[in-house]
């Protein structure tokens, strides 16, 4: 089994994600029902997804281990990935290096998110108002991954940046974009949640559902240390207008400096406000 997945990748509004075990059925060469899902496409984007920043090299042997995919199905496809220049090897060290068109990919996308653009001056604004770190992420399976990050010019502020991952299930962005989902939707999220973190589950689904709730009659979630113990934020969903799909601002910095009271009498409101000024900026309601 694979060890570093959590939920399938987002949708983006239309069309149904693949569940983990279905994923794991597809990957596996043994089906799962839709006819139309390229498995060989599936593990060649498995490999691509093993390299992490903690992680940046990795050999056959190891990336069999993480994807749970034969070694020699492994060796053939990093070949593949390197006559592409996806991957590159590194003879010296025996292992393997992203290559330059997955950062072309990913500049791509990013460039192609035009609320990047239309959000960031507001993010700054926030940023440095609260002398914390305001972000705009999307999820990837169950964990949510920054594709805009502003910090305040303070000295001290959370090091984090575009592309950096954080939890979907303990963080106020990852909560908030769960709070905007609609139930249906939302329950699934929530079984792979419970089936990744069997042991927390219990501390885990009380955190989401005082989100759900917190969104209900505040208008945004709050996290205080349940993701790293000297982190406080705020979050709040974001539906982009041109439906690809549900995002999440947050707004979070050292506990130290973000008491519960600042964040829940002035941030929270300001994150709201901010997100709805930007959802009426891009043709939103």
């Known amino acids: 089994m694979r060890k570093r997945t959590g939920t399938a990748g987002q949708t983006g509004?239309?069309?149904?994600?693949?569940?983990?075990?279905?994923?794991?059925?597809?990957?596996?060469?043994?089906?799962?029902?839709?006819?139309?899902?390229?498995?060989?496409?599936?593990?060649?984007?498995?490999?691509?997804?093993?390299f992490t920043p903690a992680e940046p090299l990795l050999g056959n042997q190891e990336i069999a281990a993480y994807t749970g995919l034969p070694k020699p199905t492994v060796?053939?496809?990093?070949?593949?990935?390197?006559?592409?220049?996806?991957?590159?090897?590194?003879?010296?060290?025996?292992?393997?290096?992203?290559?330059?068109?997955?950062?072309?990919?990913?500049?791509?996308?990013?460039?192609?998110?035009?609320?990047?653009?239309?959000?960031?001056?507001?993010?700054?604004?926030?940023?440095?108002?609260?002398?914390?770190?305001?972000?705009?992420?999307?999820?990837?399976?169950?964990?949510?991954?920054?594709?805009?990050?502003?910090?305040?010019?303070?000295p001290i502020t959370l090091h984090l940046d575009t592309g950096s991952r954080i939890p979907l299930a303990t963080t106020a962005m990852g909560r908030a974009l769960l709070?905007?989902?609609?139930?249906?939707?939302?329950a699934p999220l929530m079984d792979q949640i419970a089936a990744k973190e069997p042991k927390d589950w219990p501390r885990i689904r009380a955190g989401i559902e005082q989100a759900v709730e917190d969104y209900r009659t505040r208008g945004f979630t709050v996290s205080l240390g349940d993701w790293q113990r000297d982190v406080h934020a705020v979050g709040v969903p974001f539906i982009p207008a041109d439906g690809s799909g549900i995002m999440a601002f947050n707004c979070g910095g050292p506990s130290y400096l973000l008491s519960p009271e600042r964040l829940v009498e002035n941030l929270g409101p300001r994150l709201a406000a901010l997100a709805k000024t930007i959802s009426l900026a891009t043709g939103g309601k």
């Open 13 to 50: 509004g239309g069309g149904a994600a693949i569940a983990e075990d279905e994923l794991d059925l597809h990957l596996a060469g043994e089906g799962g029902g839709d006819r139309q899902f390229v498995v060989a496409l599936a593990r060649g984007l498995e490999i691509l997804r093993a």
């Open 179 to 186: 709070a905007g989902l609609p139930e249906e939707e939302r």
């Open 75 to 154: 060796s053939r496809l990093t070949y593949t990935l390197t006559q592409l220049g996806y991957l590159t090897y590194l003879e010296r060290l025996g292992k393997y290096q992203l290559g330059a068109p997955v950062l072309s990919l990913g500049y791509h996308v990013l460039h192609g998110m035009n609320v990047r653009q239309i959000a960031r001056p507001y993010m700054q604004e926030l940023a440095e108002y609260a002398d914390a770190s305001v972000s705009l992420g999307s999820r990837d399976r169950l964990d949510m991954v920054y594709v805009e990050h502003c910090r305040s010019s303070a």
